[in-house]
């Protein structure tokens, strides 16, 4: 296990509730994330995970539980943390009548960086990710993907030891999620730690090489991506046998559906 400078996890849950009113999203979960990995949070709609990373990164309050990042307390010492972590959360808003050129430079003194240095890795950043041609285009008409992308810009330009994306790759077209791939790899490989939650089951076992599986609040397994594996043969399968789906027939009971009398 690759932990950072002092053997601290980039993460650690401990307890982690959250009801919302008869609704128990996360249902006191424990969880230690090693620094310097590509962590996958992955479990099907509805299990908790952006409620979780919510919570780890101090954007919701927990009903009970700790958390803490690169051994810093989240609610205790929000500005340690927030320091220290990017983030590109779900329903990402963002400031739609400036230019993702404007965007950056904002975010980045916003970040107490010197304006030269913001200037320089914004125009690095904007490159990098295909988007030095909309620089001065208005946010609020960027597309689906574009958005994600200036996100993840604005979430890297402090150069942040942990970063969080909740499904990064959702509504994003294939060339474009190979870029932001290239960008998180090349993060990684410096040894920071990137933590995202996804559905889809290809791009973790391909991106990730340690995973948490979440369902109905709570973790099912998490590891090293061969331990979680086991002897399944894919991730997928692996995820379906935890999460108790394997052995149901899909649309067994839609015999309406389709050709025929209707
Ligand atoms: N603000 C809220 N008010 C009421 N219920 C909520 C709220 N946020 C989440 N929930 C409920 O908590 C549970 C967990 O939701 P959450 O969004 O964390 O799941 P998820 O794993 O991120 O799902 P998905 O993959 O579909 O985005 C769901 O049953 C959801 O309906």
């Not at 996958?40 to 409620?51: D, E, F, M, Q, W």
């Not at 490159?127 to 689906?144: M, P």
């Not at 089951?201 to 991506?225: F, Q, T």
């Amino acid at each position: 296990m690759v932990d950072g400078a002092a053997g601290v996890p980039a993460v650690r849950v401990q307890g982690l509730w959250k009801r919302f009113g008869e609704q128990i999203a996360v249902a006191g979960i424990d969880l230690e994330l090693p620094a310097g990995r590509f962590i996958g949070l992955v479990g099907p709609n509805g299990a908790g995970k952006t409620t979780t990373l919510s919570m780890v990164t101090g954007l919701l309050r927990p009903d009970h539980g700790t958390v803490e990042v690169v051994g810093h307390d989240v609610w205790r010492d929000p500005a340690q943390v927030k320091a220290r972590i990017g983030v590109l959360p779900e329903g990402l808003r963002l400031f739609e009548r400036l230019s993702g050129h404007e965007l950056l430079s904002y975010t980045g003194r916003l970040r107490g960086l010197p304006g030269a240095e913001v200037d320089k890795r914004a125009a690095q950043l904007l490159d990098v990710l295909d988007l030095a041609g909309a620089r001065n285009k208005l946010v609020v008409d960027y597309s689906t993907g574009m958005r994600k992308k200036i996100g993840l810009a604005a979430a890297l330009l402090h150069n942040p030891e942990v970063l969080f994306l909740d499904e990064p790759f959702e509504g994003v077209d294939p060339v474009s999620a190979q870029t932001i791939r290239g960008v998180l790899e090349r993060y990684t490989a410096s040894g920071a730690t990137v933590v995202f939650s996804s559905h889809v089951m290809e791009l973790v076992e391909s991106l990730c090489d340690w995973v948490a599986v979440m369902a109905a609040g709570r973790i099912r397994a998490h590891g090293p991506l061969d331990e979680v594996r086991g002897k399944a043969s894919s991730l997928q399968e692996a995820f379906l046998e935890l999460v108790g789906a394997g052995a149901r027939t899909a649309g067994s009971d839609l015999d309406w559906l389709g050709g025929g009398a209707r």
